[in-house]
């Protein structure tokens, strides 16, 4: 079966997370991506976290699924018209050096149309064009500030960043969707352009809602679905919210059985306003339906706390999956705290290709997480990273080198 990205190539410039996210689903979608890294390094999450002695590091063979790496020194004379030759053959140049290492290699906006008109140049930076512009950027710091860990956590206690990785993997799938219409858009145009994906606007696109909150703040003083309603005090920005909602409906993260010993025995409970009357039944309080004080979302806004105690003296009955399956029977919204050790042995996980157990010739078998998108007519065949310059030879051969100068190039340091 055909793939939807079938011949188009990309040349992968990335490292570390953000870029290597975005590469790797353009591969599981078809792409032909050649991973160009540093001789006798390469991408530095090879050797980062490492769990078996001088083997690629799990950081390193789940990200860069499917891809093909060559070795190239691009500050070399020679390995920059190997570069030249890369970026005459491919479709998209993806990168996520620090600010201004690619034109310090040469290669500006400039250089590589000259080279490749049709040339679509995808970077990730930390900051758009602004007084940050310049800086280095992790996953943390853009958690910081795109407005997630200011928005994250509970009201009494520090910002917290999220497990997620919003910065990193949030940038990747924006910088990708930006590929893929960069692409449509050169169908009709004949041109490529550039597209930039800057972390601090991929965290605070996923904090939308958070904006939101600032506004209905400075125009009303409160919030009602926030834990600091009614008793706290709301200052001038979005509060931390705990682990409420965040929509309309309110929710929180309630004890099950177990939680004494089992960190993650808790349930995810949603009080939808619908399902009101058979949260009622189930938890034994078939008062509270007609209540005046409760039959009403808004007569319960103020109750939020103490209605969620009385409904936690029930999930600490069950265990999460125990409560899970008794209130789906009723249609009522809730979700098992999942660990990752529940994940990976998930099944059903397993069976839809989201869970992936992959054969690597010197690591042996690992789990990965495999493509989220799945198209019904171009399925992902999960295949394993590359090993460092595994494919150079192939790659060289493509662009029309002969054994000798492949030799020669070696022997100059340039591949
Ligand atoms: N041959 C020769 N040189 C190479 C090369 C190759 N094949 N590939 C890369 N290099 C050089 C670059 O030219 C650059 O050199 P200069 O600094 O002399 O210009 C250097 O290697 C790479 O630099 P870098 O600054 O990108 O790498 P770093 O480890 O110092 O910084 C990071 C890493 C992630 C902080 C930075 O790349 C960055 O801010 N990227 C943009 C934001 C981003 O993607 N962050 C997410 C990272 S995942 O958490």
């Given at each position: 079966?055909?793939?939807?990205?079938?011949?188009?190539?990309?040349?992968d410039?990335?490292?570390?997370?953000?870029?290597?996210?975005?590469?790797?689903?353009?591969?599981w979608?078809?792409?032909?991506?050649?991973?160009?890294?540093?001789?006798g390094?390469?991408?530095?999450t090879?050797?980062?976290?490492?769990?078996i002695?001088?083997?690629?590091s799990?950081y390193?063979?789940?990200?860069?699924?499917?891809?093909?790496?060559?070795?190239?020194?691009?500050?070399?004379?020679?390995?920059?018209?190997?570069?030249?030759?890369?970026?005459?053959?491919?479709?998209?140049?993806?990168e996520?050096?620090?600010?201004?290492?690619?034109?310090r290699?040469?290669?500006?906006?400039?250089?590589?149309?000259?080279?490749?008109?049709?040339?679509?140049?995808?970077?990730?930076?930390?900051?758009?064009?602004?007084?940050?512009?310049?800086?280095?950027?992790?996953?943390?710091?853009a958690?910081?500030?795109?407005?997630?860990?200011?928005?994250?956590?509970?009201?009494?206690?520090?910002?917290?960043?999220?497990g997620?990785?919003?910065?990193?993997?949030?940038?990747?799938?924006h910088?990708?969707?930006?590929?893929?219409?960069?692409?449509?858009?050169?169908?009709l145009?004949?041109?490529?352009?550039?597209?930039?994906?800057?972390?601090?606007?991929g965290?605070?696109?996923?904090?939308?809602?958070?904006?939101?909150?600032?506004?209905?703040?400075?125009r009303?003083?409160?919030?009602?679905?926030?834990p600091?309603?009614?008793?706290?005090?709301?200052?001038?920005?979005?509060?931390?919210?705990?682990?409420?909602?965040?929509?309309?409906?309110?929710?929180?993260?309630?004890?099950?059985?177990?939680?004494?010993?089992?960190?993650?025995?808790?349930?995810?409970?949603?009080?939808?306003?619908?399902?009101?009357?058979?949260?009622?039944?189930?938890?034994?309080?078939?008062?509270?339906?007609?209540?005046?004080?409760?039959?009403?979302?808004?007569?319960r806004?103020?109750?939020?706390?103490?209605?969620?105690?009385?409904i936690?003296?029930?999930?600490?009955?069950?265990?999460?999956?125990?409560?899970?399956?008794?209130?789906?029977?009723?249609d009522?919204?809730?979700?098992p705290?999942?660990?990752?050790?529940?994940?990976?042995?998930?099944?059903?996980l397993?069976?839809?290709?989201?869970?992936?157990?992959?054969?690597?010739?010197?690591r042996?078998k690992?789990?990965?997480?495999?493509?989220?998108?799945?198209?019904?007519?171009?399925?992902?065949?999960?295949?394993r990273?590359?090993?460092?310059?595994?494919?150079?030879d192939?790659?060289?051969?493509?662009?029309?080198?002969?054994?000798?100068?492949?030799?020669?190039?070696?022997?100059?340091g340039?591949?």
């Amino acid at each position: 079966m055909s793939k939807a990205l079938d011949g188009v190539r990309i040349l992968d410039f990335t490292h570390v997370q953000s870029g290597p996210t975005c590469t790797q689903l353009l591969a599981w979608f078809g792409a032909d991506v050649i991973k160009v890294e540093r001789a006798g390094a390469g991408d530095i999450t090879r050797e980062q976290l490492r769990d078996i002695p001088d083997v690629d590091s799990l950081y390193f063979t789940m990200l860069n699924h499917n891809k093909r790496s060559v070795t190239i020194d691009t500050k070399n004379p020679e390995g920059k018209l190997v570069l030249e030759a890369l970026i005459q053959k491919c479709d998209v140049l993806v990168e996520n050096f620090a600010p201004g290492a690619l034109d310090r290699m040469g290669f500006t906006w400039e250089r590589i149309q000259e080279l490749n008109p049709r040339m679509i140049v995808a970077s990730v930076k930390g900051f758009g064009p602004g007084p940050y512009e310049d800086c280095k950027v992790y996953e943390n710091v853009a958690q910081c500030a795109g407005g997630a860990a200011s928005t994250t956590g509970f009201d009494d206690g520090p910002p917290v960043v999220s497990g997620a990785q919003i910065g990193d993997s949030g940038t990747g799938l924006h910088l990708a969707l930006g590929i893929v219409t960069a692409l449509y858009q050169r169908t009709l145009t004949g041109r490529g352009q550039k597209v930039l994906a800057a972390m601090q606007d991929g965290v605070l696109n996923l904090c939308r809602v958070k904006l939101r909150d600032q506004q209905r703040l400075e125009r009303t003083g409160t919030m009602k679905e926030y834990p600091q309603y009614p008793n706290g005090t709301f200052g001038e920005a979005v509060p931390r919210a705990g682990n409420a909602s965040g929509g309309g409906q309110p929710g929180w993260i309630l004890k099950c059985k177990g939680w004494e010993t089992d960190p993650n025995a808790y349930i995810y409970f949603i009080t939808q306003a619908p399902v009101w009357a058979k949260i009622c039944n189930v938890i034994g309080k078939e008062e509270w339906a007609t209540d005046p004080n409760y039959a009403t979302p808004a007569a319960r806004l103020p109750h939020l706390k103490d209605i969620f105690a009385e409904i936690e003296r029930w999930t600490m009955t069950k265990t999460k999956f125990e409560a899970m399956q008794i209130l789906n029977k009723y249609d009522i919204p809730c979700g098992p705290i999942l660990s990752m050790k529940e994940i990976a042995e998930e099944p059903s996980l397993r069976k839809t290709g989201t869970i992936v157990e992959v054969d690597h010739p010197t690591r042996g078998k690992y789990l990965t997480v495999g493509n989220p998108i799945k198209l019904s007519d171009s399925p992902t065949e999960v295949k394993r990273s590359p090993l460092l310059g595994e494919h150079t030879d192939e790659v060289m051969t493509e662009l029309g080198y002969s054994p000798e100068q492949i030799s020669a190039l070696r022997t100059a340091g340039a591949i």
